[in-house]
T-cell receptor, first 113, second 115 residues
Framework: NAGVTQTPKFQVLKTGQSMTLQCAQDMNHEYMSWYRQDPGMGLRLIHYSVGAGITDQGEVPNGYNVSRSTTEDFPLRLLSAAPSQTSVYFC????????????FGPGTRLTVL | GENVEQHPSTLSVQEGDSAVIKCTYSDSASNYFPWYKQELGKRPQLIIDIRSNVGEKKDQRIAVTLNKTAKHFSLHITETQPEDSAVYFCAASIDRVFGNEKLTFGTGTRLTIIP
């Protein structure tokens, strides 16, 4: 089992560019989520999904889109990158919902210039 | 929505001493409280969790206590070792039967063990 994988590990973007952060899991987990981690602010929920075809907004959704066409994949799209989106992004998955152990991916460090 | 506050933001303890990290939450409907450890440059990993039908849970040198009346829970690490140095996050979640599917994290505590 690879667990939760994320690509890329590092990315530098210019303001206004768009990109997609990839996340995949091979544990057949229903619940998947995206967090951003900024110094002193903990992990903040961007979007989450309770199953294929179902997504919802978290605490800080503005500027990001998600889709869940399969159980395995949960990509995060930045529509028009801004310097405020410079952060470390973690994808996580769990059995059924947020009230079970979250398995995190290795993270993507994004810098927006 | 749920708000989770965590204190202290940094904590230094002598090797072998105990460390305590405290969290408070705002939504009385929350009933799942996990703790995650994140080593430098690594991903967060679950170290212990507690549900609202239990007041205390232990796993070797770590323990978590929950006070639902006061809406706070704490992480206790005894006989600290250098490998305990990391950032620790508390979190809270409401049972999904209530329709809330979010896990809310605290802002983290950087624990440093002094040899």
């Amino acid at each position: 089992n690879a667990g939760v994988t994320q690509t890329p590990k590092f990315q530098v973007l210019k303001t206004g560019q768009s990109m997609t952060l990839q996340c995949a899991q091979d544990m057949n987990h229903e619940y998947m989520s995206w967090y951003r981690q900024d110094p002193g602010m903990g992990l903040r929920l961007i979007h989450y999904s309770v199953g294929a075809g179902i997504t919802d907004q978290g605490e800080v959704p503005n500027g990001y889109n998600v889709s869940r066409s399969t159980t395995e994949d949960f990509p995060l799209r930045l529509l028009s990158a801004a310097p405020s989106q410079t952060s470390v992004y973690f994808c996580a998955s769990s059995y059924l919902g947020p009230d079970n152990e979250q398995f995190f991916g290795p993270g993507t460090r994004l810098t927006v210039l | 929505g749920e708000n989770v506050e965590q204190h202290p933001s940094t904590l230094s303890v002598q090797e072998g001493d105990s460390a305590v990290i405290k969290c408070t939450y705002s939504d009385s409907a929350s009933n799942y409280f996990p703790w995650y450890k994140q080593e430098l440059g690594k991903r967060p990993q679950l170290i212990i969790d507690i549900r609202s039908n239990v007041g205390e849970k232990k796993d070797q040198r770590i323990a978590v206590t929950l006070n639902k009346t006061a809406k706070h829970f704490s992480l206790h690490i005894t006989e600290t070792q250098p490998e305990d140095s990391a950032v620790y996050f508390c979190a809270a979640s409401i049972d999904r039967v209530f329709g809330n599917e979010k896990l809310t994290f605290g802002t983290g505590t950087r624990l440093t063990i002094i040899p």
